[in-house]
């Protein structure tokens, strides 16, 4: 390659870079301040404002995470009461739903949760209607939905969600069989395995916060 067109080619990837991280960064500002949950939409809203309309300036799910985080620690501080008030609520929630061999997911475990965040639970069980008649059975009014989730590369399928909200934090409850249990479905953030959390793990999780708040007020 010739140095000039070297040079130009080099110049492209650098305004390249330069527009995926001010998309990922307005992307975050969105679904941080704005309420957007979902990553595509919150990406292609950041496009639609900055004017940016080339498709290799769109920045992946994950920068777009790793913005969030960032965003969260500089600029809303708060956020961090209520990640660990949703993570308690999970593990009371957790400890309920126990004969479902509840999982944690999402902004409640990945640590990106804000006030508006609800607490997302995986349950497992082969009968459809276990989950609700359970929840019935407890005086639990709730709403049905339905969510698709890729299990793996070839197979997705549609689950039912049932949502319902306590003491002012949201619950939403997806069923799938007690097969999953052995593999998660893939996360609509990178197509990998996505990270679930069982009780225990949440709880050791619990502990280990409760450790770094601790060192934090220097023992006090």
Known sequence: MRPARQHAHLHAQTRTRERRHRLAHEAARLMAEGGVRDYHQAKLKAAERLGIRDDASLPRNREIEDALREYQRLFQPEGHHALAERRHAA??????????????????????????????????????????????????????????????????????????????????????????????????????????????????????EEIRGYERDGGR
Not at 128 to 150: K, N, W
Not at 183 to 207: G, I
């Open 91 to 208: 593990l009371r929630a957790m400890e309920f739903f126990s004969p479902f061999d509840p999982r944690l997911v999402g902004p409640v475990l990945d640590g990106t949760a804000d006030a508006r965040s609800a607490v997302a639970l995986h349950l497992h069980a082969d009968d459809p209607d276990a989950v609700p008649l359970y929840l019935d059975q407890h005086g639990i009014p709730t709403e049905p939905r339905s969510r698709r989730l890729r299990l793996d590369r070839e197979r997705s399928d549609d689950f039912p969600v049932w949502v319902f909200s306590a003491d002012d934090i949201g619950f939403d409850l997806t069923v799938l069989p007690r097969n999953v249990l052995r593999q998660a479905p893939l996360s609509s953030v990178d197509e990998k395995a996505m990270p679930r959390a069982s009780l225990a793990h949440l709880r050791q999780l619990l502990a280990e």
